[in-house]
């Protein structure tokens, strides 16, 4: 390739070329990532379930559990997808994803790990003040800044990275997109990428293992002055699980990226690599087998109901966990309610999950403005996830209560998913004004790299907003009661509930979220005035047929959302009813994610086309005549 020429696809070559090894790879890869699937999803469900497990110690493993999970979800379906069709190639786009959520989610680990050592450090060093050290908000802090880290330092590799040009092959001699075999394929000079890696690992490296080396060392300390031999081996066995996932995950990189050049072999990083997606299910296999109360859950794991009831709080009492009013206490209605949201949430999967699908498969559909509408469906199908579940578990068990981890969880992965949307119809609005204002500069104004800037830009900020307001909201104390009004954790009822002063809480969420919502506002506005100015210059009626066509989905997508929004947070306090807000949020929370991929496929005929030939390749493959 020259320098002029831009890459818009990879080719990984994978493990091995010998065809007689690929449906045994296919076997172990995919054996492997069913047990993480199994592993860590069933770690998640045993630790949410069980009231005894709602410890410091198992809501950070529970995020561990996520995020093995997630850098895992990152490679292995790539990878056994490609050992059963034989399709090597990987878009641009689709790399520079892989490569963000794969070091995303293994930097928060690197994190989650060094919270996980000092919670350890104060249940065996500081027994007796170890409830007041390790309370809901320090630990939702810590579980908060490691994800905040995490993508913070993935967007700070990939923008690093995907900034060079790539002429001198699209061969990538590895089975996923990761550094070092990205790097060797650059024909810039990559010694300030180099250098920015280097010192940006570094420091996450080394501060995370230096939390993990002082705890430990004051851990052993505190170990070797005790004199009951039954205390230490209690001490040595709540730290045992712990040490085995940090060796595993510590060594592995280690092995992986810090060998000397002279003795760095391609071929050795694979192998050592395939541990990269085998570690997940290692980690959690190595804390349930350790742990006698996961042990236990796993025998012992039935669905209980908890008779919660309202509890008059002192100032001094601390919620350990709300209880979500819902929609209606009317048993009459909980049964159709399931059925109606259920098949809601099925659409919303369907609809997210065949959309994103079909953009990944369709080689017609890599453009900028799919790349963007697979990221919405993405998201859509994120907020959907962070509410809805838990709102059909509860219309079928009649379980209302929500720990006070669970409603942080829920609360911060419900506004990074909003707000990232948010972020995401203004890049779309902005793609949608190059395509029709400026036709003909299009392909060298949203090139992959600025795609790339601005999906990861509105998941940036879209993570550090809901930083910003979880830590502001639940640091306030809960002491008029622990009911919340509502069938989900949202702002307004929280801050309900706060006996605090929400003055400066309140002016902080309105602050953030004027900004995020005038700045993407007046980016949509600027784009379809410029639009519209485009188009009625136009003096050929198919051209501005064409032009209108191509924006009306999008319109139609934030008028809704925006339309939402606006009617549940912005009506007059006068005229505020949390029974409207209730029905309001029904409509923001699960049917906008599925209206948007229908929204989306009736007035696309790309689409359309990319599901009918998808639906033939599928009968084809199977066999079937019709």
Known sequence: ????????????????????????????????????????????????????????MYFFLSHLSFVDLGYSSAIV??????????????SFNGCAAQLFFFVGFATVECYLLASMAYDRHAA???????????????CALLMTGSYVCGFLNASIHTADTFRLSF????????FFCDVPPLLALSCSNTHISK????????FNVFFTLLVILISYLFI??????MHSSEGLQEAVSTCVSHLTVVSIFYGTGIFMYSQPSSSHSMDTDKIKSVLSCAHPHAESTAYSVKSKEVFAQKFYFIGQSHNSQLIPMENSTEVTEFILVGLTDDQKLQIPLFIIFSFIYLITLLGNLGMINLILLDSHLHTPMYFFLSNLSLVDFGYSSAVTPKVIAGFLTGEKTISYNACITQFFFFVAFITVENFLLASMAYDRYVAVCKPLHYTTTMTTGVCACLVIGSYVCGFLNASIHTGNIFRLSFCRSNVVDHFFCDAPPLLALSCSDNYITEMVVFLVVGFNDIFSVLVILISYLFIFITILRMHSSEGRQKAFSTCTSHLTAVSIFYGTGIFMYLQPSSSHSMDTDKIASVFYTMVIPMLNPVVYSLRNKEVKGAFIKAVGKAKSSLGLIF
């Not at 379906?77 to 990987?90: C, E, F, M, R, Y």
């Not at 250098?195 to 570094?202: A, C, G, N, P």
């Open 1 to 56: 390739m020259e320098n002029s020429t831009e890459i818009t696809a990879f080719i990984l070559l994978g493990l091995t070329d010998d065809p007689s090894l690929q449906v045994p790879l296919l076997l172990v890869f995919l054996f492997i990532y069913i047990i993480t699937l199994v592993g860590n999803g069933g770690m998640m469900v045993i630790i949410h379930s069980d009231s005894h497990l709602h410890t410091p």
């Open 77 to 90: 379906p790539k990878v056994v997808a490609a050992l059963q069709s034989g399709n090597k190639a990987i």
């Open 124 to 138: 065996i060093c500081r027994p007796l003040h170890y409830t007041s050290i390790m309370t809901t908000g320090v």
């Open 167 to 174: 002429c001198d092959s699209n061969e990538i001699d590895h």
């Open 195 to 202: 250098l920015v890696i280097f010192w940006v690992v570094s």
């Open 220 to 225: 052993f300390i505190t170990i070797l002055k």
